[in-house]
């Protein structure tokens, strides 16, 4: 059963920071991997998809990588805004794009 | 730009009582994803359709939850009865697959939380 880990839950830092936020996966059999910001009572935002074939995607300031064979993959974010505030979300599709899994979350809190 | 729409985007209700929430995918989109996401955790998927089909419903609570998408588009999700733990966001996704010109991609609604009292 596909498990996905997302550390650290919460996360707070001063603006301009560089940081990584991490997902672990139990199970290396993915279809793919998708990382997603969610505002406070909101829906979700897509921000990176990574096919299983990838190693890395990367969209302005985020970057997304992806290890399936330790079942990982970080997110960075560079030169972090307020306005990047927010809760992350990873979320794992198993083979054939079946039965999505999707971590806890980290919460971020960018300070100005 | 297109996106997912959900109606209502709020809802209360009494215990013991039916709700309905409806769900319009991206054009084009054949599948469509309907997730509960309870407050400090991450979604949980209730039940996905490709087209009109069924094809993962193992987490959807079936004596009291229903879920169609008649004609392969727009999809509702019903409760009832409704209880107490039920409260929480209920969010809609939908994505086109790889061959169909997209990349199994998923793009979310704003979701719909229902309060059940």
């Known amino acids: 059963k596909q498990e996905v880990t997302q550390i650290p839950a919460a996360l707070s830092v001063p603006e301009g920071e560089n940081l990584v936020l991490n997902c672990s996966f139990t199970d290396s059999a993915i279809y793919n991997l998708q990382w997603f910001r969610q505002d406070p009572g909101k829906g979700l935002t897509s921000l990176l998809l990574?096919?299983?074939?990838?190693r890395e995607q990367t969209s302005g300031r985020l970057n997304a990588s992806l290890d399936k064979s330790s079942g990982r993959s970080t997110l960075y974010i560079a030169a972090s805004q307020p306005g990047d505030s927010a809760t992350y979300l990873c979320?794992?599709?198993?083979?054939?794009?079946?039965?999505?899994?999707f971590g806890a979350g980290t919460r971020l809190f960018v300070k100005a | 730009e297109a996106e997912v729409a959900q109606s209502p985007r709020y809802k209360i209700t009494e215990k013991s009582q039916a709700v309905a929430f409806w769900c319009d995918p991206i054009?084009?989109?054949?599948?469509l994803y309907w997730y509960r996401q309870i407050l400090g955790q991450g979604p949980e998927l209730l039940v996905q359709f490709q087209d009109e089909s069924v094809v993962d419903d193992s987490q959807l609570p079936k004596d009291r939850f229903s879920a169609e998408r008649l004609k392969g588009v727009d999809s509702t999700l019903k409760i009832q009865p409704a209880e107490l733990g039920d409260s929480a966001m209920y969010l809609c996704?939908?994505?086109?697959?790889?061959?169909?010109?997209?990349?199994?991609?998923?793009?979310f609604g704003p979701g719909t939380r229902l309060t059940v009292l």
């Open positions: 990574i096919q299983s074939s990838q």
């Open positions: 996704a939908s994505s086109a697959l790889l061959g169909q010109g997209g990349n199994n991609e998923q793009f």
């Open positions: 979320a794992v599709s198993n083979t054939g794009g079946f039965k999505t899994i």
């Open positions: 054009s084009g989109h054949a599948t």
